[in-house]
């Protein structure tokens, strides 16, 4: 139930979304049958029709309310971006004739010209691309080599604070005077 109150605007959106889609349907199958059984153009053909026309009872009229914004369908696009159109079918007999492709225009001296100073200041822009690059590894190579410089002074510093820190304490003095005797140099060799 907690979910059902959290998300009453989704609810509603797809409820929405399902009401449109049903109301469209009903248009459309309206608008089939109306296509099977035209209704006539004048009374005077209506009357003059030998089956007699039976007058049906209204439905129950229907009230349309604007949609909600994230309900309302979006207008399908062609693959240009511009809003799509319906397909109109024509017939056979007419068809369209389609226009001659432009000519190529044929390169004069000019554009010949032009074109080979666009591909020279191509060409410029890529050998300086390459050394921006080889310019930008290098530097990350140096700055590489001084972090690790930086890191193994503050190591080296680090270090000897701790020393001298265990130095202090009487535990760790007693402790390394224990372990030089068992791991330094024998006694009769000093």
Wanted: aromatic share 4%.
């Amino acid at each position: 139930m907690n979910w059902i109150s959290e998300h009453l605007q989704l609810i509603l959106a797809v409820a929405g979304a399902v009401a449109y889609w049903l109301n469209q349907r009903r248009e459309a199958e309206a608008a089939r049958d109306a296509e099977k059984n035209p209704p006539p153009a004048s009374l005077a053909e209506a009357d003059a029709d030998d089956e007699p026309v039976r007058a049906e009872p209204p439905l129950v009229e229907e009230k349309k309310f604007p949609l909600p914004p994230l309900a309302r369908p979006l207008a399908p696009t062609d693959t240009f971006g511009g809003p799509s159109r319906p397909l109109v079918r024509r017939p056979e007999t007419e068809r369209r004739v389609e226009p001659a492709p432009a000519p190529v225009p044929v390169p004069t001296a000019i554009a010949l010209e032009t074109y080979a100073a666009s591909l020279e200041r191509q060409e410029q822009l890529a050998t300086k691309m390459r050394e921006l690059a080889e310019q930008r590894a290098l530097v990350a190579r140096k700055a590489a080599a001084v972090a690790v410089t930086d890191a193994a002074v503050a190591q080296s510093a680090r270090a000897g604070h701790e020393l001298r820190h265990d130095l202090r304490d009487p535990r760790s003095l007693r402790r390394a005077m224990v372990l030089r005797e068992i791991l330094g140099a024998p006694v009769a060799l000093r």
